[in-house]
């Protein structure tokens, strides 16, 4: 009886509105159109490479096509480029050699001219890496975990590390090298790159990760004895280069000083095309910011589409923006990230003040049938990370990830893993959701304290 | 009540031979350290390689250690060899270029130096390349599929004619090379491999499976406009090499000139291990003959392990055997081929005369507790099917093939693919039947007329 009372009860929105952006979103077929364009028409778009400035440029064009005041910020980002990349077991008395499949990690140094050949240690945390101490220097130190078996949860978060930080790691302990075994849910010998960190000055190994398989495999050779394994790698890091992240406005009808932030990425890893991470993403912010713009009445306040570029290796565009942004920081009343690939919505995500989600709950119903009405679920993301220092609410419309991690990052990053029917959903609720915090009479209140840490992303 | 007689009737079988055959699979451990061992040890065993001279005296030795009377058989082999291997689709008006992942057929002939570069055509059939006559001349023909989608169905019986024979039709057209699209039920962007076949003195192209993702990318970028590729490959034939069959038996203790032949093939292609095709068929027949041999009395007739080399790209040495042979062929009571990967056994498949299933049903009692007791599938081999000349009886131990084309022939075709418990199934079904097949006092009634064409199998 509640319930039928609550369907009663005036909405405080107009249902009408609710219908154009919902139903735009599922039917025209913009959004699914949009990742083909970045996809199949521009490819993979690593931050520094002609494509990622192709990408820049096709987002202005195509947040003109929709009437939005959009414009350039730049930014200066890394330009690591892949090189040729092979690695192989070396042959040992009772058992052949084994070619491994592998692929250089971001911001991984080149290997020596002929490799580097060394004995193999395995770990499986960092911890374990600095107890062994002298004993992994002149070292290939292979991370393993177990991400892929972890069931439900993907286990991305306990095992990223090893990749961020662990050939760093590695290096301050005079290690040749690191091996770190792909961060996949799936794998038919597929690696997955990603960035790896060095800090300014300190020591750097040539670092890759090896796939599912062929950690499965150093994993049972090293239960038998000594493994020697050559690795190859001729990625380089070049001089920084000029980019840019892409800035588009739907400017508010009251309040055109407060922002919603709409924000995914631009750049993506070079292996595969790019599509699910984060052409997907792109689309979305896109579809939501044109939807909201040809409504007969805009929001109250501003909705702003952040194209950033540099997600992957570097944050740099999330960085800049906040910088440049700081100013109006505070005039930020909320910001999503859509970087969770292509799956449908299945909830709204809040890291905000007190009071937060009592005040967004009623604007939530347009959602309901689509099954992404409730709350739950982290809001974050690396390019909005930086904001988290000036207390701007953040707000997430959770996707379905069973599948990301199959892909994520690997050359199986192709559009054919999109579904356009699911992406559309998201793209209505994420639409819908930056409608509603544009126009909601008062703003989320925001969080209590700056984070200590930016909220997690999937960088 | 009638299965209640059943049980309490007195069976034709030794119950404790049974269980010594299923027991002794199903705890021993032995098959899936030989699997290891091939994988792991010996590596991908493509016929001419070192690796596959490896193969054949590791099996000798084994066969040795477990006390069978074992012997090689010479067999020439085709000699082919993989080289570089790339391929990209050219950038044209309006979008960019993309890198194809693509993986030489076995028996394709090298591009020109430079690559071949041509105008790309999609057919779905032989019929419909048949149909284009002229307009494929010159041209890269890409032979489209949709096996991956096919369902329940693995569809590899439909889809497999197109890379077998599909290279050869576009050549005797005056194409400029084929691209095939992988015969795959899964994929994360790796190629399938597998053998094309050209006539004698018949024209040849370059022939490469193209993965299932840049299959749909072709087909999407074909609706948009002409598509060109460049495709380069490395691969070549080098002359007939010397390899052998490997031949052991257990000799009956009655009717030692009767043979049961339990088949697998100790060559594999070369992107993978060759775990599961065939690493586990090679095991699974080594540990039946093995536990035949133990035990404390033989089966009337002579159990033969024939460990068939070149399976995957020619077939010599199910020919050689068949010709070896032929004398004796007459007295082989029944051939069974392992070859359908590592998965648990569901039935037993037939192709012998009227009355094989009401004389054989009986026997089948045993495996009725590991679900593999009832009739279903089909029987045969590509090793064994020059023996249907002969009207050998085929008999198969019919595994779950579920999982088998996501892996098959291609990098991922790797010993964690193997599960342990579920070979060891299967090897104890093949142990019992074999067992079966050597101690029942009728040999199976042979087929009435040799077939037209041997028995189905996957090469």
Redesign the interface.
């Known amino acids: 009886m509640l319930a039928f009372i609550a369907l009663l009860a005036a909405p405080p929105y107009s249902p009408d509105v609710a219908a154009r952006l919902v139903g735009g979103a599922l039917t025209d077929g913009v959004t699914y159109a949009r990742v083909?364009e970045l996809s199949?028409?521009?490819?993979p778009r690593l931050s520094g490479s002609p494509?990622a400035e192709?990408a820049v440029k096709w987002a202005l064009q195509r947040f003109r096509d929709d009437g939005l005041d959009v414009h350039a910020e730049p930014v200066k980002v890394p330009h690591w480029v892949r090189g040729e990349e092979r690695a192989e077991v070396l042959p040992a008395r009772?058992?052949?050699?084994?070619p491994l499949?592998v692929t250089a990690l971001g911001g991984s140094p080149a290997t020596p001219a002929g490799g580097a050949t060394a004995d193999v240690v395995e770990v499986r945390s960092i911890a374990e890496l600095q107890a062994l101490g002298e004993k992994a220097r002149g070292k290939l130190v292979f991370f393993n975990h177990s991400m892929s078996t972890a069931g439900g949860k993907t286990g991305y978060g306990e095992a990223s590390p090893l990749r961020n930080r662990g050939p760093a790691e590695a290096a301050k302990l005079g290690a040749a090298g690191a091996l770190v075994r792909s961060l996949a849910t799936?794998?038919?010998?597929?690696p997955h790159t990603g960035a790896t960190t060095f800090e300014d000055g300190a020591p750097k190994v040539p670092a890759a990760a090896v796939a599912?398989?062929d950690a499965?495999?150093l994993h049972?050779?090293l239960e038998r004895g000594p493994v020697r394994v050559r690795l190859g790698l001729g990625c380089r890091t070049l001089p920084d280069a000029d980019s840019a992240n892409v800035v588009a406005d739907v400017r508010g009808r009251e309040k055109p000083d407060e922002v919603v932030l709409l924000g995914a990425h631009l750049d993506s890893w070079d292996l595969?095309?790019g599509a699910v991470d984060d052409a997907a993403g792109v689309a979305v912010v896109m579809e939501a910011a044109r939807l909201i713009a040809q409504l007969p009445q805009r929001p109250r306040r501003t909705v702003r589409a952040v194209l950033f570029m540099n997600e992957e290796n570097g944050l740099a565009g999330g960085k800049a923006y906040a910088q440049a942004h700081a100013a109006e920081a505070e005039r930020h009343v909320a910001a999503l990230e859509s970087d969770a690939g292509a799956g449908r919505p299945l909830s709204v995500g809040l890291r905000a003040g007190e009071g937060a989600q009592a005040l967004l709950a009623p604007w939530l119903q347009p959602l309901e049938t689509l099954g992404a009405a409730d709350f739950g679920g982290e809001a974050g993301g690396a390019d909005i990370g930086p904001l988290a220092a000036f207390r701007v609410p953040f707000v997430g419309v959770q996707q379905d990830v069973s599948r990301y991690f199959?892909?994520h990052h690997?050359?199986?990053d192709?559009?054919?893993k999109v579904r356009p029917g699911d992406l559309a959903q998201t793209a209505a609720a994420v639409a819908w959701v930056a409608y509603a915090l544009a126009e909601m009479p008062q703003a989320l209140p925001r969080p209590a304290a700056p984070a200590g840490r930016p909220a997690g992303g999937r960088p």
Request: charged share 25%; proline share 0%; aromatic share 2%.
């Open positions: 083909a199949d028409g521009i490819g494509a192709a009772g058992r052949a050699g084994h499949a799936a794998s038919l010998r597929d599912v398989e499965e495999l049972r050779l595969g095309q199959d892909y690997s050359a199986a192709t559009l054919d």
